[in-house]
C-alpha cells in the first residue's frame, strides 16, 4: 500500500519536474507569434494604415456588390414568384370559369339523364304492359283457337248430319211419294183433268233414290227423335201408317196439302240454319238472291223462307234467336200430328264446295 502510494507521488513529482521544464519554452514561443500576429494586423506606418483603410473599402465595395447582386437576384426571383403567381392566378380564374361551365353541364347532363330515367320507367312500364298484353292475348289466342277447333268440329259433324238429314229428307220425299201414289184413288172419269192441274212431286236423284231408303227412313226415325225431337217427316209418316188403314183412298187436295206441310218444314229447316250461321250464312244470299214467283201458283221454298225470316222479324225484333212454333200436319180428318212446342232442327254452316245449299223445291 505505502509502495503504491510512493510510486504515484514519484510520478506525480516526474510529471510537474517535466511541465517546469517546458513550460518557458512553450511561453516564449506563444508570446513570440502573439507578437508576429499583433504586427501583422495593426500597421505601423502611414502606409500602412493607408492600405488597411483601403483594403477595408475594397471590402466594403466588394461586399456592398455581393449585396446588390443578392438584392437583383432577390428582387428578380420576387418578380418571377409574381408573374407565376398572376399566371397562377389567371389560371385559377380559367380553371374557375371551366368548373362553372362543367358545372353547368354536369346539372344539364343530370337533368337529362333524370328525363332519360323518366322515359326508360315509362318504357318499362309500357313494356310490362305489352308483355301483359301480349301474354292476354296470347292465352285469348290460345282459347280462340281450342274454340276455333271445337266449332271446326262442331261444324264438320253438324255438316254431315245436315247432310244426312237432307238426305233422308229427300228419301222421305220420295217415299212419300210413293205412298201418296199408293193410297191415290183408281182413275175415273175426269180424274185424268184433275190429276194434270196437279203438279207432280219432284224426282229425286237416282244416286240418292237408290241407296236403300227403307233403312235410311229407319236410321232418321230412331236417330232424330233422341237429339232433336220428331221431326215433320216422321210424323208425317206416323201419320200415314196410322190413317192409312182408316182412308184406303186421298183426294187431290190432300196430297196438296201433305206437299204443303213438306215444303212447310224445309222452310223451317233452312230458316233455323240461317239463324244458326248468322250474318255470313250463304243460304241467306242464296234466298235473298232467288227469283220471285211470277204466276198464282203455290211459293216457292226461298218464299217460304221468306215469309218466316218477316214474321219473326215482325213477331220479336229485338230477339236474338226464335223458337220455331209448332207444326201441325193434318192427313185425314179426325188424325193429326202435333210436333212439340220449342221443337228446333239444328244444322250446320254451309261446305265450301256448296255441299250446304239447299235445294229448290218443287212448288207442290
Do not use: C, Y
Not at 59 to 73: E, G, W
Not at 139 to 145: K, N, P, S, T
Not at 233 to 240: M, T
Amino acid at each position: 500500500m505505502i509502495a503504491t502510494a510512493l510510486v504515484f507521488a514519484l510520478g506525480a513529482l516526474v510529471a510537474s519536474f517535466l511541465a517546469l521544464v517546458f513550460a518557458p519554452i512553450l511561453w516564449n514561443n506563444a508570446q513570440r507569434l502573439a507578437r508576429r500576429e499583433f504586427e501583422a494586423n495593426i500597421p505601423a506606418s502611414v502606409r500602412e494604415m493607408r492600405a488597411e483603410v483601403d483594403a477595408a473599402r475594397a471590402k466594403a465595395a466588394f461586399d456592398l456588390r455581393q449585396d446588390a447582386m443578392r438584392h437583383r437576384a432577390a428582387q428578380e426571383t420576387v418578380v418571377r414568384e409574381r408573374t407565376e403567381a398572376g399566371r397562377a392566378i389567371l389560371e385559377n380564374g380559367q380553371l374557375l370559369a371551366r368548373q362553372v361551365e362543367l358545372d353547368r353541364e354536369i346539372a344539364a347532363s343530370s337533368g337529362r339523364i333524370r328525363l332519360l330515367e323518366d322515359q326508360i320507367g315509362l318504357l318499362t312500364q309500357e313494356r310490362d304492359a305489352l308483355l301483359a298484353t301480349r301474354q292476354d292475348l296470347r292465352a285469348r289466342l290460345e282459347r280462340r283457337e281450342g274454340e276455333l277447333a271445337s266449332l271446326s268440329a262442331k261444324h264438320a259433324s253438324l255438316s254431315e248430319r245436315f247432310d244426312a238429314q237432307r238426305f233422308q229428307l229427300a228419301t222421305a220425299e220420295a217415299r212419300v211419294g210413293e205412298l201418296t201414289a199408293a193410297l191415290a184413288p183408281p182413275p175415273a172419269a175426269g180424274a185424268g183433268a184433275l190429276a194434270a192441274t196437279v203438279p207432280a212431286p219432284r224426282p229425286v236423284p237416282e244416286t240418292r233414290a237408290a241407296a236403300k231408303p227403307e233403312a235410311s227412313l229407319a236410321a232418321f226415325a230412331s236417330a232424330l227423335p233422341a237429339a232433336t225431337g220428331p221431326t215433320g217427316s216422321s210424323r208425317l209418316r206416323a201419320a200415314i201408317a196410322r190413317t192409312g188403314a182408316a182412308k184406303p183412298a186421298a183426294t187431290p187436295a190432300d196430297h196438296a196439302e201433305i206437299r204443303e206441310r213438306i215444303g212447310d218444314i224445309a222452310a223451317r229447316v233452312i230458316h233455323e240454319r240461317i239463324k244458326v250461321e248468322g250474318a255470313d250464312s250463304q243460304l241467306a244470299r242464296f234466298i235473298a238472291e232467288a227469283p220471285q214467283p211470277t204466276g198464282d201458283g203455290e211459293p216457292f221454298l226461298a218464299d217460304r223462307v221468306r215469309s218466316l225470316q218477316a214474321g219473326e222479324a215482325s213477331a220479336a225484333p229485338d230477339a236474338g234467336v226464335a223458337v220455331t212454333p209448332a207444326a201441325t200436319v193434318t192427313t185425314a180428318p179426325g188424325a193429326t200430328a202435333t210436333a212439340a212446342p220449342g221443337a228446333t232442327v239444328t244444322t250446320a254452316p254451309g261446305k265450301p264446295n256448296g255441299a250446304g245449299r239447299a235445294r229448290r223445291k218443287s212448288r207442290r
